[in-house]
């Protein structure tokens, strides 16, 4: 049992830190590494945040409780209309997939299948970081700004 953890921690491990390293890499050049980015989120995307912290919390601790209610109101958050801020087929897909990743972490912790749960949080972390990755990319052709 210990063995398989390591192994799932282990991986885990290697996951977060290669999704880490496209972040860093896909900074823009000039970007200030000093540069207070926390100081620019939203108060959701704080929020957003605090839950996913919640559920690295609980896989770490194995603490269900814990795992299962900051996923299950991180899905709730991805419901509200300040997630939903642009109106694209893929931007739909991307929610969708959160959304599955949340239950999958939920049902998991329900489950108290710690190996799923921490599995589940990677394939959640992914979406995130490929979805701010779309929006990044596409943002001026996305959001547009009405002129005069």
């Given at each position: ?73 991180l899905k709730l958050l991805s419901t509200e209309s300040g997630w939903n801020v ?8 991307q929610s969708r997939d959160f959304q599955r990743a949340t239950d999958l972490i ?43």
């Amino acid at each position: 049992m210990k063995s398989s953890l390591s192994i799932t921690l282990a991986v885990f491990a290697l996951l977060l830190t290669s999704v880490l390293s496209m972040r860093l890499q896909a900074d823009p050049p000039g970007e200030s590494a000093t540069t207070d980015r926390a100081s620019r989120l939203t108060p959701l995307m704080r929020l957003k945040l605090e839950k996913s912290k919640g559920i690295l919390e609980g896989v770490t601790l194995e603490d269900f409780d814990k795992i299962a209610s900051n996923a299950r109101a991180l899905k709730l958050l991805s419901t509200e209309s300040g997630w939903n801020v642009i109106q694209t087929r893929e931007y739909a897909e991307q929610s969708r997939d959160f959304q599955r990743a949340t239950d999958l972490i939920a049902e998991a912790a329900d489950e108290q299948d710690i190996h799923r749960a921490a599995m589940g949080y990677v394939a959640m972390t992914v979406h995130c970081v490929e979805c701010h990755s779309y929006m990044r990319k596409h943002r001026n052709e996305l959001i547009e700004v009405p002129r005069e």
